[in-house]
């Protein structure tokens, strides 16, 4: 069973920039592909950006578009997500996820979650 460790969370403030890391801790080419979601404190958990492992195929949520980037270097097992002109409104735990047949922002069509990093964005 894969493992994800996410990493680069941090405080930052408001319009700056950060960028997240996701390591898996084997081939990610057996996934389909690898989600960004977050949750803050009392909400839900919403996906932010979903990349396809295969062809590079992104795709974000309205929230994020324009603001944050999606990659993934395949070699390194790897998964960033940049995410710049913040806002405190981003402010949230994030997490990165693998699916195993799907492509999309809902979170039950993850089958592996990494434990999260915290992102905090000031005003």
């Known amino acids: 069973q894969v493992q994800f460790v996410e990493s680069g969370g941090g405080l930052v403030q408001s319009g700056g920039s950060l960028r997240l890391s996701c390591a898996a801790s084997?081939?990610?080419?057996?996934?389909?592909?690898i989600g960004w979601f977050r949750q803050a404190p009392g909400k839900e958990r919403e996906g932010v950006s979903c990349i396809s492992v295969s062809d590079g195929s992104t795709y974000y949520s309205d929230s994020v578009k324009g603001r944050f980037t999606i990659s993934r270097d395949n070699a390194k097992n790897t998964v960033y997500l940049q995410m710049s002109s913040l806002k405190p409104e981003d402010t949230a735990v994030y997490y990165c996820?693998?699916?195993?047949?799907?492509?999309?922002?809902?979170?039950?069509?993850?089958?592996?979650w990494g434990q999260g990093t915290q992102v905090t964005v000031s005003s």
């Open positions: 996820a693998a699916d195993l047949a799907g492509y999309g922002l809902e979170s039950y069509l993850y089958d592996f």
């Open positions: 084997e081939l990610m080419t057996d996934y389909y592909a």
